[in-house]
């Protein structure tokens, strides 16, 4: 997997361990940029003549619509592609196949697929660069790099900064990006709750131990409210289960309510990559430390601008 190293240009983005530490900031500060100019002007042209195409296997709302939103506010076409029954897929055509097409049509393919390391084997069959939007079980790079800008918005990554992950650790791919991704910021914490089924694979945990990032796997919730400067939920990842009564035995292990957040810091933030199912009790979102739906969401659709802006433009 080629390395970012400063240079973006027409470089797929497969996993958050292409980027040094110079390139996210690269991408934060590009983010800056696109925040104010969405603000100030709604867009540009920038990227007119270019056209992208978002091939999504898997269902999404904000992956798939922040993309086209970035590419088009920078003056770009786009093929959205959500859901195969309309693509020759539905007649079997494979990824490397469909991959081929698209790559002739359009100049970037952001791909979501459910299964594990197929975006980077796409992304080995595309001449033009392709953005994993979610590979399964692995990774989703965009979301890591929104999840760390909104972090960073509020907290000092350099000064020592407490992020409790909680829920499905094992499945979610969004745990797996962030926690490799601030794995490059030494003064972060990481703790992470969940059920014993649904702990963070082994792979990740090595990954950050690595890099000498402190982490824990406690099981009290209570603890991690307290001591969380980012208390980053999510849901418990239903479509991987193989059966209903294991996912039953999990889905409402955590749930977070305003009488849980009593204990929390004062100046804590909420995050969550949502769909929100019911681990955040809907009374939470009132709270000004919920981000969730404010800024983490908005910040989606920045950092793919500035993501296609830095590879495309
Ligand atoms: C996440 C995903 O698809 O991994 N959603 C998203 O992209 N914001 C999280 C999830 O589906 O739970």
């Known amino acids: ?17 292409q980027f040094t530490k110079s390139d996210i900031t690269k991408v934060l500060n590009e983010t ?14 920038r990227l007119q003549g270019k ?26 076409g786009v093929i959205p592609i959500h859901g195969t029954q309309n693509s020759s897929v539905k007649k079997g055509e494979t990824l490397e196949d469909t991959v081929r097409v698209f790559g002739s049509y359009s100049d970037v393919i952001v791909i979501r697929h459910p299964e594990k390391g197929s975006v980077e084997k796409a992304a080995s069959f595309s001449k033009v660069p392709v953005i994993n939007a979610g590979d399964g079980v692995g990774e989703h790079p965009t979301q890591a790099l929104l999840d760390l800008y909104t972090i960073s918005s509020y907290f000092n990554l350099d000064r020592k900064v407490t992020i409790a992950m909680v829920g499905d650790l094992k499945y979610g791919r969004t745990i797996h990006s962030l926690s490799k991704l601030l794995s490059l910021f030494p003064e972060v ?6 059920p014993k089924s649904l702990k963070v694979p082994q792979k990740i945990l090595d990954y950050v131990s690595e890099r000498e990032i402190l982490f824990e796997e406690i099981s009290s919730f209570k603890e ?9 939920m999510t849901r418990v990842q239903k479509e991987r289960f193989k059966t209903m009564a294991s996912y039953n035995k999990v889905k409402d292990a955590y749930i977070l309510n305003p009488v849980r957040l009593v204990s929390a810091k004062q100046k804590m933030i909420i995050m969550h990559p949502l769909p929100r199912i019911n681990e955040i009790s809907t009374e939470v979102d009132l709270d ?26």
Request: no cysteine.
């Open 1 to 17: 997997m080629l390395k970012i190293d400063g240079n973006f240009r027409n470089k797929h983005i497969l996993s958050v361990e």
């Open 32 to 45: 800056n940029h696109m925040k104010r100019l969405v603000k100030t002007k709604g867009g540009n042209r």
């Open 51 to 76: 056209i992208m195409t978002a091939l999504f296997y898997e269902p999404s709302s904000r992956t798939f619509s922040s993309h086209i939103a970035a590419m088009q506010r920078l003056g770009g």
């Open 189 to 194: 914490t990481l703790l992470y709750v969940s």
């Open 224 to 232: 991690a409210i307290k001591r969380a400067d980012v208390l980053y």
């Open 288 to 313: 000004p430390r919920a981000v969730y739906f404010t800024d983490q969401m908005q910040n989606g659709m920045y950092v793919r601008m500035a993501l296609l802006k830095l590879i495309l433009g």
